[in-house]
């Protein structure tokens, strides 16, 4: 892998002006501000309606510097397949095509489309943004949500069935690239974007966006909060190569240390979790030992 | 150069000619054999255009809109519930402004399940901002394919080409194939205002606000009440382009007409015979017969019904003593929207005039139900001679 890219040699241009409307604290500003970044001027975006949308600002004035196209709810990856169509037909191949959607726009509505321009092999970036619900609409929960969040539709109980694990169901697809990145580790997804540019069909990215009005938290400890995910082991920083799979950056590092922050701390620093129980803790930091025994195993 | 072939060949030979860049297609019977044929000239290389073989029809008009709003012209074709799986993105297409021609091979809609001909399904996409265009041959089918990316692309609106599935879909007919270069000179290269491009960036189809907003520059940009109205502004004065469209065609392949209504043994008739596609050619057999028996009567085919041509309409219908709607459609819960249009154009034109027609609204062929022309025929025959009923009268219904 190619030198990684420190906080000093992180190009300067922006793509993204200041001042967007994204609310205080948002973790998808720094993820999307970064991830323009590596994907460079020569880049063509598809948004479905999302809390990028919002961020991007009103009609008839936008945030992004790139060339933009908002599209319906359901149909981001088919719209990215469109575009590649018309850059093929112009002899375009130099131009990325990359299309940034919500949790609930790629795991919910938006599976199908994803899972047919993924089939078909249609070369473009997709990056699932999840700040695990629909934040937009007012904190409902979407497939991604974890268990036991209190959402505005599961407001007494929580969610009582397990996140739906998305870039999971993208390397079934045998992708060239899938990567699971977080916004509290930009230069992790930096260096990833970077990495698979060249690399054939669809690329498919997952990043941890906390949310500090869907997750309940002072907007100031969002990248802390997007850390003890990391730390805990709860939420894995990784990438599948040609099917090769491979921890990366904070997450590859919990390897050697063998120990990881309890979940509890995760759980505790958000008022979603409230309604935990000590026991749901403990079956949930269970299930997290168990999954890193086997990443241990792996890496022996 | 005359060929006998079918209507989905004729069709897809008329996109072939128009040298479409992208084609999205997800098979629905009956169009599938019209879109099997375009990706057939695709891999052949006999026409060099992306064919997308999406996993909805959904995704289908998602490609086609944001292939064409990177600049290439764009195809797709449906039917029935593809077509309904289709309206959020039917509306999306025209509120984005783009040229989008579509095929709909007409079929009736769900539930139950029914595969065979009515209109059920483009007459149910009225409201959205595309214009409509019905064929009655395979002349007009691939006629019309060339005359709407020709007007398409001059107002910045999609359109539907329809026509019956099975009728016209599967059946063999004669039609003359136009010329390659002929087409060339008659619909040149699609060149877009804008198109997505890094080194002219933009923002397409942002959260618009409903009252009208200063851009950076200071200009005063459109609300979205504003976009709106010019799009229903642009479908109205589209009717006077489509004239434009026919007599440049004319020009080039010596044949048209007018291209709004399909007058045929109109001019001196009581009783006027109105109907869309192919069921329009079958009463005219229905009007020979009668005008044997003494009887005066017409029959008028509407090739437009989005904008729809009311003035021309209405004058067309000026005076006769009745007007008789067929169609293959429903507007559930009241009656067939072709007569619940017309009638608001007979009344816009010609109420007070003293000359205002009566209108009877027969339903015919629902789910690809047989029809018999001697049926037409007697039906024609008997609103002649006074109202067969309030509600719509359902021609060959077995209850």
Known sequence: ?300 | MYMIENGNTAAALGVKLCRAGVIAAYPITPQTPLTEKLSEYVELGDMKAEYIPVESEHSALAVCIAASSAGARVFTATSANGLLYMHEQIQWASGARLPIVMCVVNRAVGAPWNVWNDQQDSISQRDTGWIQIYCCDHQQIIDTVIKAYWLAEKISIPIMVCYDGYILSHTYMPFDLPDQEKVDAFLPPFQPDYALNPDEPANLNTVTLPDVRIDTKGQLAHGYMEIRYLLQEELRTTLQIAADAEKRFAEIFGRGGNPYIEPYRCDDADYVAVGLGSITYQLRVCVDTLRKEGIKVGVMGVRYYRPFPDAVIAGALKGKKGIIVFEKALSYGYEGALASDLKSALYEHLAGTGSLPAVQNLIAGIGGREIHTDDLTQNLRAATQGRISREPAWIGLKI
């Open chain 1, 1 to 300: 892998m190619q030198a990684k890219t420190n906080i000093l040699n992180l190009p300067t241009q922006e793509f993204v002006h200041p001042g967007t409307r994204a609310c205080t604290g948002c973790g998808l500003s720094i993820a999307y501000r970064v991830g323009l970044k590596a994907l460079g001027k020569d880049t063509i975006l598809v948004v479905p309606p999302s809390c990028l949308t919002v961020l991007q600002g009103l009609f008839p004035v936008a945030s992004t510097k790139l060339p933009c196209l908002n599209v319906t709810f359901a149909s981001t990856a088919a719209a990215a397949t469109g575009i590649l169509a018309t850059l093929k037909t112009k002899g375009n191949d130099h131009t990325t095509v990359a299309g940034w959607a919500g949790d609930g726009g790629t795991s919910d509505i938006g599976l199908q489309a994803l899972s047919g321009a993924a089939e078909r092999g249609d070369n473009f970036i997709y990056f699932c943004y999840d700040n695990e619900g629909y934040m937009n609409t007012g904190v409902q929960r979407s497939g991604t949500t974890p268990i036991g969040a209190v959402t505005a539709n599961t407001p007494f109980k929580g969610k009582l069935q397990q996140k739906k694990d998305v870039p999971a169901i993208m390397a079934a697809h045998k992708l060239s690239y899938v990567a699971a990145c977080s916004a509290a580790y930009p230069l992790d997804l930096y260096d990833k974007i970077k990495s698979c540019l060249h690399l054939p069909g669809t690329k498919y990215f997952h990043i941890h966006i906390p949310c500090p009005p869907g997750w309940g938290y002072d907007p100031r400890y969002g990248i802390k909060i997007g850390r003890l995910a990391v730390e805990t082991g709860y939420y894995d920083l990784y990438e599948i190569v040609n099917g090769e799979f491979r921890l990366t950056a904070a997450s590859e590092k919990l390897i050697e240390k063998r120990k990881l922050t309890p979940v509890r701390e995760y759980f505790r620093a958000q008022s979603r979790f409230r309604i935990l129980t000590d026991e749901q803790i403990n079956e949930i930091q269970r299930q997290i030992d168990m999954k890193w025994d086997g990443y241990y195993k792996k890496g022996e």
